[in-house]
């Protein structure tokens, strides 16, 4: 059986992307920061290939990271909306040149086939 050093297991590279660096969560990230405070329903019409399980997943998990705060208002019908906290603010500037280089890559890595 293979050892696995504790300095490679506590790494913050590997456990903080971890939470961020699949596709939904990214987009999610991305969105706000673009469009500012939505409601689910615009975030899932942004994300058109995103399920709903899948959105409402995504946004809980960057909530519990502090990367997106829920505002849920005591109406009728009931209204929630999800925006970037400081934290997730505070990684935009990061995200912004990978984002940058995806576009500007985009042929070289995929040859222009779009993944489904």
């Given at each position: 059986m293979k050892q696995v050093d504790v300095k490679y297991m506590s790494c913050p590279i590997r456990n903080v992307i971890d939470r961020f660096?699949?596709?939904?969560?990214?987009?999610?990230?991305?969105?706000?920061?673009?469009?500012?405070?939505?409601?689910?329903?615009?975030?899932?019409?942004?994300?058109?290939?995103?399920?709903?399980?899948?959105?409402?997943?995504?946004?809980?998990?960057?909530?519990?990271?502090?990367?997106?705060?829920?505002?849920?208002?005591?109406?009728?019908?009931?209204?929630v909306e999800y925006s970037l906290t400081a934290l997730g603010e505070s990684l935009m500037p990061a995200l912004e040149p990978l984002i940058d280089w995806a576009s500007t890559h985009f042929q070289d890595v995929t040859g222009g086939k779009i993944l489904v």
């Amino acid at each position: 059986m293979k050892q696995v050093d504790v300095k490679y297991m506590s790494c913050p590279i590997r456990n903080v992307i971890d939470r961020f660096g699949d596709k939904w969560s990214l987009l999610v990230l991305y969105t706000l920061h673009t469009k500012g405070t939505l409601r689910f329903s615009q975030i899932y019409a942004e994300m058109t290939d995103v399920s709903q399980k899948m959105l409402s997943s995504t946004l809980k998990d960057l909530e519990r990271d502090n990367l997106v705060s829920r505002k849920a208002y005591a109406e009728i019908p009931p209204r929630v909306e999800y925006s970037l906290t400081a934290l997730g603010e505070s990684l935009m500037p990061a995200l912004e040149p990978l984002i940058d280089w995806a576009s500007t890559h985009f042929q070289d890595v995929t040859g222009g086939k779009i993944l489904v």
